[in-house]
Nanobody
Framework: QVQLVESGGGLVQAGGSLRLSCTAS????????MGWFRQAPGKEREFVAA????????YYADSVKGRFTISRDNAKNTVYLQMNSLKPEDTAVYYC?????????????????WGQGTQVTVSS
């Protein structure tokens, strides 16, 4: 079992920045690849970014590449999502998730454990 708790969401103006955090407990975090997804009202949950268990490999959706950075601190059992140059279309509930390492990176069905989500709202 893995328990995940996100924090750091909020309201920000377009062009601003936020950093989301996701703290894990209940399992050896350093062995678990992690990801961030988001879901806007009326839309399906979509992949945002992912990171390998050791942090050496990162993956991004085209829509956030160059603006968002995923990282992790295994000593703190925490994964981060630094979001810069935010746009109104980034408004969504953001979820962190723990991936089954035998499954693909980009599909939400590959992720076994999910946090409760944190709201990010970007005003124009």
């Amino acid at each position: 079992q893995v328990q995940l708790v996100e924090s750091g969401g909020g309201l920000v103006q377009a062009g601003g920045s936020l950093r989301l955090s996701c703290t894990a407990s209940g399992r050896t975090f350093s062995n678990v690849p992690m990801g961030w997804f988001r879901q806007a009202p009326g839309k399906e949950r979509e992949f945002v970014a992912a990171i390998s268990s050791g942090g050496g490999n990162t993956y991004y959706a085209d829509s956030v590449k160059g603006r968002f950075t995923i990282s992790r601190d295994n000593a703190k059992n925490t994964v981060y999502l630094q979001m810069n140059s935010l746009k109104p279309e980034d408004t969504a509930v953001y979820y962190c998730a723990a991936r089954n390492p035998t499954k693909g990176i980009y599909s939400s069905s590959s992720y076994n454990y999910w946090g409760q989500g944190t709201q990010v709202t970007v005003s124009s």
